[in-house]
């Protein structure tokens, strides 16, 4: 077994799901991985990871919004310096993901039809996200 | 090192969380492993995976309300082609888990004496639902 | 690639994020790890586990207030036996991580500026909880 690892820079537009499932395919065709694990970890705390249907952009803007009535800025908060959107983005991060695991065969990722892999940026301004890669298992031949 | 891929199809009676914990047990045990790391995929953005209390049936019932409380079918959306129950599906994905990562030690899950390994059906109507389980590590001597 | 597995028990306050990045971080140095793949699972169904800011800890008592609108322990619930605050500190573990992974580089997680993990003490009461660490990968030469 082998392991390769990289990290992905990825520009935001401020609050939007973007999907990087291409990007990571990509590398791990570049990389030569066979069959394996790949971790996808955010190096953040108000952006997130998730898996979700790719097929129809409406589920994107429906799923921003439903974050914004589970984590509003209105609610009471202690941390306010960074901004009204600062603390909402943690606890939103929070309810998503900071890291995803997906097993790779024979060098592809083991998606379902419609399941797209996104950034979820929660802070209303752009930012620059970074993105570790890992692959562990075999090469392909 | 070695690994072991397969892939699980569960049928599902709808609104439901479903402990999958025993057929998991079962393919490590036939599969041969020992120390390692199980990563469980589910496919779907639909349904979703969760560790749970597996004593009190309740729990699972408060479970499911809550996701209806926090994801109600009477938000507005935009995606309502495949149903009311659709997008409140997705959104309850997100918030809960498309794969899980658990430690094996002599080819036993180091699960805790309370927790089982749950599909939860997000959907209103039957699914069949796809789970990869990938076991990397030592097999027994 | 070799593996080292270790559990911690920790012993928390009651309600509360506990910051175990430290005693993480030291595991790893002293069981050699070069480059790799660390897990942290905890083995409970009413703590659980997240990566949040470590810089401004009115984060954590925000956040921890978010998860108390969330699973409020008002909310209607069958299951009850184990007092008021048992079905939310289900929830909200479902809401957020059992299990992390997290890519390790010569030996240090790559953790962003401001990330730590918390284990989260969703019982009002102390407790002693179980976390387990796999690290897989390459030693240190």
Same mark, same amino acid.
């Given at each position: 077994m082998q392991q390769c690892m990289t990290e992905l820079s990825i520009n935001t537009p401020g609050r939007?799901? #973007? %999907?990087?499932? $291409? &990007? #990571?395919?990509?590398?791990?065709t570049e990389s030569g991985s066979g069959? +394996?694990?790949?971790?996808? *970890? #955010?190096?953040?705390?108000? !952006?997130? =990871?998730?898996? &979700? @249907?790719n097929a129809d952009p409406d589920? &994107? !803007? %429906?799923? =921003? %919004? !439903? *974050?914004? @009535?589970?984590?509003? @800025?209105? $609610?009471?908060?202690?941390? +306010?310096a960074e901004g009204l959107d600062d603390m909402p $983005?943690?606890?939103?991060s929070a309810l998503t993901s900071t890291s995803l695991t997906i097993p790779v065969s024979a060098g592809r990722m083991t998606l379902g039809t419609w399941q797209g892999i996104y950034l979820i940026e929660h802070r209303a301004r752009p930012h620059q996200r970074q993105i570790v890669l890992l692959f562990m298992g075999d090469l392909r031949q």
């Open positions: 939007s799901m #973007i %999907d990087v499932s $291409a &990007q #990571i395919d990509s590398w791990l069959n +394996g694990l790949l971790t996808i *970890f #955010i190096r953040h705390t108000s !952006a997130s =990871l998730t898996i &979700q @249907e589920v &994107q !803007a %429906d799923m =921003l %919004d !439903a *974050f914004d @009535e589970l984590a509003p @800025e209105t $609610a009471p908060s202690r941390h +306010g $983005a943690h606890i939103k």
